[in-house]
Nanobody, 120 residues
Framework: QVQLVESGGGSVQPGGSLRLSCAASGSIASINAMGWYRQTPGKQRDLVARITSGGSTVYADSVKGRFTISSDNAKNTVYLQMNSLKPEDTAVYFC??????????????WGQGTQVTVSS
């Protein structure tokens, strides 16, 4: 099992910044990618940013140039630095970890989510 604990959410004015953290613990060996997703009421959970164990990153078009995903392997933690926040960034942000199995499948783990509210 893998446990993911997010922190760093909160309320901020438009144009402000927040940094989310996701600390992984448990059976974290072989995790090959982690990412941040966000969800608003009544909508699906969408990718925000993803980083592989090799350091490759992917971003949603809506956050490119404003958000940066990074990882600290020594701390087993992934970060999402969010700058120039907009009201439309308001959502619950979830951390996700992908762990391939020896049978060719991937186990997906989710954190509990952290609320980000951007409002004046």
């Amino acid at each position: 099992q893998v446990q993911l604990v997010e922190s760093g959410g909160g309320s901020v004015q438009p144009g402000g910044s927040l940094r989310l953290s996701c600390a992984a613990s448990g059976s974290i060996a072989s995790i090959n990618a982690m990412g941040w997703y966000r969800q608003t009421p009544g909508k699906q959970r969408d990718l925000v940013a993803r980083i592989t164990s090799g350091g490759s990153t992917v971003y949603a078009d809506s956050v490119k140039g404003r958000f940066t995903i990074s990882s600290d392997n020594a701390k087993n933690t992934v970060y999402l630095q969010m700058n120039s926040l907009k009201p439309e960034d308001t959502a619950v942000y979830f951390c996700k970890a992908d762990k391939p199995t020896r049978w060719g499948t991937t186990i997906i783990y989710w954190g509990q989510g952290t609320q980000v509210t951007v409002s004046s």
